[in-house]
Every structure is written in C-alpha cells, then in structure tokens.
Nanobody, 121 residues
C-alpha cells in the first residue's frame, strides 16, 4: 500500500525557516504531480505549492518568494523549504501526490497524515 509520510514540522519563531520532507513508500509504478497543502485552525485546506515530475512549479500567492518546493525523483521525495515564516503560516501541512499503483494502474490522489507547523514567538 502506498504511503506518503511527512516530516520536519515543528515550532519556529517568526522570520525563521523550516524544511518539510515527504517520502513516498510502498508499491507503486510512477508519481506524477506532488504538492503541499495546509490547513489552519478553523479554515479550509489550501494549496501551498505543487511540482510536476519534470520540475515545473506552482505557488500560492501568499508564499511566493518565501517557500520553495523541490523533489528528488530517485528518492521519491518532495521537499518544502519555508523561509521568512509568518504566524499566518501556522497550520497542518499535508503532502499530496498523484500516484500510479497496482492493481488499477491509474493515477490516483494520495494524502499524507500531515505535519504541524507552528510559527510563534
């Protein structure tokens, strides 16, 4: 069974940095687009950034210039480097991937369990 496991969350002061990682494990054939989403307390889940297998990226306006998404296809891992963090970046960050796995062999959406990021002094 395919799993996405996030790591790297924690407590950081405003202006600080964190790096999130998401590792895909299990039996699968291919991973297409991967991304990060977040959900703040009392709010809906929102897109943070996505990256295609070829490396094209897309960012929410609120994080442009501060966050960088990248991936290592050989390691089946996607990263989110977060700099100049603000209190409004606080939330649970979820990894998402379009993954092809048996027995259906069609791309389907897989979510990680989430990692908490808290930006506070």
């Amino acid at each position: 069974q395919v799993q996405l496991v996030e790591s790297g969350g924690g407590l950081v002061q405003p202006g600080g940095s964190l790096r999130l990682s998401c590792l895909a494990s299990g039996s699968f054939v291919s991973i297409n687009t991967m991304g990060w989403y977040r959900q703040a307390p009392g709010k809906e889940r929102e897109l943070v950034a996505t990256t295609t297998r070829g490396g094209s990226t897309n960012y929410a306006d609120s994080v442009k210039g501060r966050f960088t998404i990248s991936r290592d296809n050989a390691k089946n891992t996607v990263y989110l480097q977060m700099n100049s963090l603000k209190p409004e970046d606080t939330g649970v960050y979820y990894c998402n991937g379009a993954i092809m796995d048996p027995p259906i062999y069609r791309y389907r959406e897989v979510w990680g369990q989430g990692t908490l990021v808290t930006v506070s002094s």
